[in-house]
Every structure is written in structure tokens, then in C-alpha cells.
């Protein structure tokens, strides 16, 4: 009980104090003087979306939002994942230490919208269960022919966990474990297996 009370209280709390007027979908986070800082964090969104965070209506939105503005961006095929954000990260947003590293502040390039297939299938998954199949299936179809080519396998310290959108390295390991959580979205997509339900932890309406 304890939990699903702060289940609760977080979904109440979730959209007023981050989802973004005019975009609909949620900022990255609020500063202390109120101020919203939105850079299209796709990262941030699928988890909310999937997880019931936001409810159908708003998730939709948010979800709708994104999508279009990632055709906007000309991101039609993803095999390498997602940009981690659809935006450029102001770099007064970005801690010194990146702004200081030769490419750290750079559009696409690691944490600064680079793709990454991370947290991925929690945009699958979002996507298929708000409105939007057509959209998760051609990206699960996308990313599954990225793990066929081993794009996202080379070895060690090939920077293979974060990708420009032209596909070159732009990290600094290189098999990275968490890169392969989107297979369980993969799966689902193929009909291996049918999630649970509920699928996660979401909190209820």
C-alpha cells in the first residue's frame, strides 16, 4: 500500500510540473526558478509513457509530438536506436566537463542527441500501447536489422553505445549491455511472447 500511495502521488504530481504546454510532451526537468528545460528528451518520455506515469491522453500527445517532429528531423529509419534527445541540450544545460571535452557540446554526438538503442524499447512499447502500432512496429523492425548487422556489438572500446545520426561511434565503450533491452520489445513485436498485464508498474487512474 505504501508504494502504490507514492505510485499515486508521483502520477499526480508527473504532468503538472513537467509536461510542456507547447509541445505536450514532458520537459527534462524543472528548474528552481520555474523555468522548463525541453530539448525533446526521448529518453525521458517512453519510460513515462510506457509506465502509465502520464495518462493515455497526454501520453498520445507527447508521443504524437515526437514522432513528428522525428520525420521533421528526417529520422525515417532508426536501426542504431534513438536520439537520446530530438534537440540540441543548451550548453547551459550541460556540465562543464562536457562543454570542455573537444566534441562533448556537439549536436548528435554522445548525450547531446546521439543515438543510442538504450531505453528504446520503453519508446516501443510506449508507442504500441497508445495509439501508435504502426509507429512501434517499423521501429522494432528498424532496430531489429541494426542487432542483425552488429552494428551495436563490435567489442570493447569501440564506442558503440552512442551513434551520430550518420552512424559513427560517438561513445567511448563498446559492447554495451544495456544497448540489448530493446530485443524484449523486438520479441513482442514478433509475437514471441505476450506481456504481462500489467506490463510494468503503472500507477492506477
Partial sequence: PQ????AKALRAAYAPALVNPETGWL?????????LHDAAYVFVNGPACAFGVLDKRTAKRALTGLEALRAELGLADCPLGLPC??????????P???????TGAQFELFCN???????SEYY?????????KANARKLARDMEAGYLSD?????????????SWDGLASGYEGTFGPNFGTLYAIAIDRGLFAPPDPEWWPAEA
Avoid: H, Y
Avoid at 520537459?27 to 523555468?35: E, I, N, P, T, V
Avoid at 534527445?85 to 550541460?94: C, G, H, N, V, Y
Avoid at 552494428?151 to 551513434?163: I, N, R
Fill in 27 to 35: 520537459a527534462g526537468w524543472r528548474s528552481r526558478d520555474g523555468q
Fill in 124 to 132: 516501443i512499447r510506449a508507442l504500441a500501447t497508445n495509439g501508435l
Fill in 151 to 163: 552494428a551495436v556489438s563490435p567489442g570493447m572500446s569501440e564506442g558503440a553505445e552512442f551513434f
Fill in 113 to 119: 542527441g546521439a543515438m543510442v538503442p538504450c531505453t
Fill in 85 to 94: 534527445a530530438l534537440k540540441t541540450i543548451p550548453e547551459s544545460d550541460q
Fill in 3 to 6: 508504494a502504490a500511495d507514492a
Fill in 96 to 102: 562543464k566537463r562536457i562543454t570542455e571535452a573537444a
